[in-house]
């Protein structure tokens, strides 16, 4: 595979990269560089994975070592699952499950917990030095990446580290690409302002985009309207039943005609998982109403959408289906391998959040 291959590989589904140019000097040089992902434990898995185990796989078959980073500690600091750290780490291997599930080949990627790195002094050399370049405004700016305010930063002081953590993984992972969210960008930026300021070489960041929330999203601001762990309504979890399924398709946030494809959640369900695990999407509608078609192509589907020759309820039953049709292979992963899935429903159930 030659560089602008996996350039295309790398690109695909992406929002943001930057830069292209430093990327394809890292894949001429490299055979096999380094990317990352962190994620903090913390609840049920959605839809929203589906996209982010399609760019690991990506980055894997670009020749990537790819870290899957199970980031414990920060999920401390951001109170995530009551602050019992035990039960944060068993809410990561319920997620590694997950990614295997998804398709994430087990042998390809590395899966690692901040706790492991937390004993070496080295790494905490890393932050201060990360943090001594790092302005406190620009700090409580990136504080957006933990779905925090800066005036919470006043009662949890705790709070401040965080960016300046997530900036120090990526450095002492020594990884060459940083991939995340959309709503993670910030940190990627600190990271790469801080390795300005230090003389370090630039991470490069890879963004993919946010799913919106089943209710819609907000073009001015993805991140706060985007698929949620927190909110079982606003998403589609991995582990729902095919009606349960079709519930939450029907009543989605579907409008007709619309030309701003990014605030409508059937259509980017259909771009980012439907047609990249099925390569098409079925939707059988009575012949009163011109008969089942089928759609080879997201463009093709969303040209029809526009045009006004899709109904919206046919959409979402046909979106419904190709989900469903999608998730068959991560229910089958975990009717034969229950263990972690159920044992981090217990501590849901301890927190009242199932």
């Known amino acids: 595979m030659d560089v602008e291959q996996r350039m295309a590989l790398v690109n695909r589904n992406a ?14 040089e490299k055979s096999e560089p380094k990317a990352y992902i962190g994620f903090e434990p913390s609840g049920l898995v959605h839809l929203g994975w589906v996209l982010v185990a399609s760019k690991i796989k990506d980055l894997a078959d670009a020749g990537f070592k790819v870290i899957v980073f199970w980031a414990d500690w920060h999920a401390y600091i951001n109170d995530k699952l009551g602050g019992n750290i035990e039960d944060i780490r068993a809410c990561a291997r319920y997620m590694e499950d997950c990614f295997t599930a998804l398709g994430v080949p087990r042998d390809r990627v590395e899966y690692k917990y901040a706790s492991e790195m937390l004993d070496d002094a080295s790494y905490w050399e890393t932050v201060i030095k990360v943090a001594k370049v790092t302005s406190l405004s620009r700090v409580k700016r990136a504080m957006t990446i933990m779905g925090r305010s ?9 709070k401040l580290f965080y960016p300046i953590l997530q ?59 985007k698929m949620s762990k927190s909110n079982p309504d606003s998403s589609v979890r991995i582990h729902d039943s095919p009606d349960e399924i079709r519930r939450k398709m029907g009543k989605a946030f579907c409008p007709p005609g619309s030309e701003d494809a990014e605030v409508n959640p059937v259509l980017m369900l259909c771009r980012y998982v439907v047609f990249p695990r099925a390569g098409r999407i079925d939707i059988g509608r009575p012949e009163k109403f011109g008969g089942p078609v089928s759609f080879g192509s997201y463009e093709e589907l969303q040209e029809t959408y526009f045009a006004g020759k899709l109904h919206p309820m046919d959409l979402k039953k046909g979106a419904a289906e190709g989900l469903i049709k999608s998730l068959e292979p991560a229910r089958a ?5 229950p263990g972690n899935y159920e044992r981090f429903l217990e501590v849901l159930r301890g927190l009242g959040k199932v």
């Open 15 to 28: 929002e943001e990269l930057v830069t292209e140019e430093e990327l394809r000097k890292v894949l001429s």
């Open 150 to 158: 800066e005036d919470e930063a006043e009662v949890d002081s705790s």
């Open 167 to 225: 900036a120090a993984d990526i450095f002492f992972l020594g990884v060459d690409v940083s991939y995340a969210g959309m709503d993670q960008r910030r940190a990627n930026m600190l990271a790469r302002d801080a390795a300005e300021k230090l003389g370090w070489t630039k991470p490069i960041a890879l963004h993919t985009p946010l799913l919106p929330g089943l209710s819609g999203g907000d073009r001015m601001d993805p991140a706060a309207s």
């Open 333 to 337: 992963y975990f009717e034969e391998h």
